[in-house]
Structures are given as structure tokens and as C-alpha cells.
Nanobody, 128 residues
Framework: RVQVVESGGGSVQAGGSLRLSCAAS????????MGWFRQGPGEERDWVAG????????FYADSVKGRFTVSQDNAKDTVYLQMNSLTPEDSAMYYC?????????????????????WGQGTQVTVSS
């Protein structure tokens, strides 16, 4: 069965960095969307970043653009989220998500509606 498993969360001070990993198994990784979402307490789950595995095109929410970088290791069916210059506002549960089906275009990886396979989440806490 398909599994999407995140790792790498933790606690860091403001201005610090963390790298999250997301490994997909039981899944045809090629030509799919892999993305990251986050959800703070009492808040909705927001899309943060996406990557089209076929071309490595990447997409970012305005709130993280220039600070976060999503990348992939095709050989490991794994995507990463490098988070730099973290602020307390970045504190949240971070979820990795994948599309079960290939998107019609890479741009669809910037749309939350295309993601339908979810990991359990990993907590990121940034202290001031």
C-alpha cells in the first residue's frame, strides 16, 4: 500500500534552519506532485510548497518564498523541505502529501486540490 512518511521536525530558535524529509513507498513516484502543507493549532491546513517529480519544477506559497526550498532525490523517491530563517509563525504540524495520479500540468502541483495521499505529519516549533 502507498505510504508517505515525514521526518525531520523538531524545535529550533528563530533564525534557525530545519530540513524535513518525505519518503514515498508503494507508489509510482515519477510524474506526480509531491508537496508540503502545514497546520497550526486551530488553523486550516495551508499549502506551503510543491514539486513536480517529472521535471523538478517547484512552487511556493508567498509566505515561505525565498526561505524554503523543496527538492527531490529520485533514486530514493524522497522529497525534502529545507527551511531557513525560521520564525515563530512557521511553527506548525508539517504534512507531506502526494498526488495519486499524474497532474495534467506541472502547475497543478501548486494547487492543494491535487494532493490526496497524506503523511502523519511532523511537528516544527520555532521559539523566539
Amino acid at each position: 500500500r502507498v505510504q508517505v512518511v515525514e521526518s525531520g521536525g523538531g524545535s529550533v530558535q528563530a533564525g534557525g534552519s530545519l530540513r524535513l524529509s518525505c519518503a514515498a513507498s508503494g507508489y509510482t513516484y515519477s510524474n506526480k506532485c509531491m508537496g508540503w502543507f502545514r497546520q497550526g493549532p486551530g488553523e486550516e491546513r495551508d499549502w506551503v510548497a510543491g514539486l513536480y517529480t517529472g521535471s523538478a519544477f517547484t512552487f511556493y506559497a508567498d509566505s515561505v518564498k525565498g526561505r524554503f526550498t523543496v527538492s527531490q532525490d529520485n533514486a530514493k523517491d524522497t522529497v525534502y523541505l529545507q527551511m531557513n530563517s525560521l520564525t515563530p509563525e512557521d511553527s506548525a504540524m508539517y504534512y507531506c502529501a502526494a498526488s495519486a495520479n499524474p497532474p495534467f500540468s506541472a502547475n497543478m502541483c501548486a494547487s492543494r486540490v491535487w494532493y490526496d495521499l497524506w503523511g502523519q505529519g511532523t511537528q516544527v516549533t520555532v521559539s523566539s
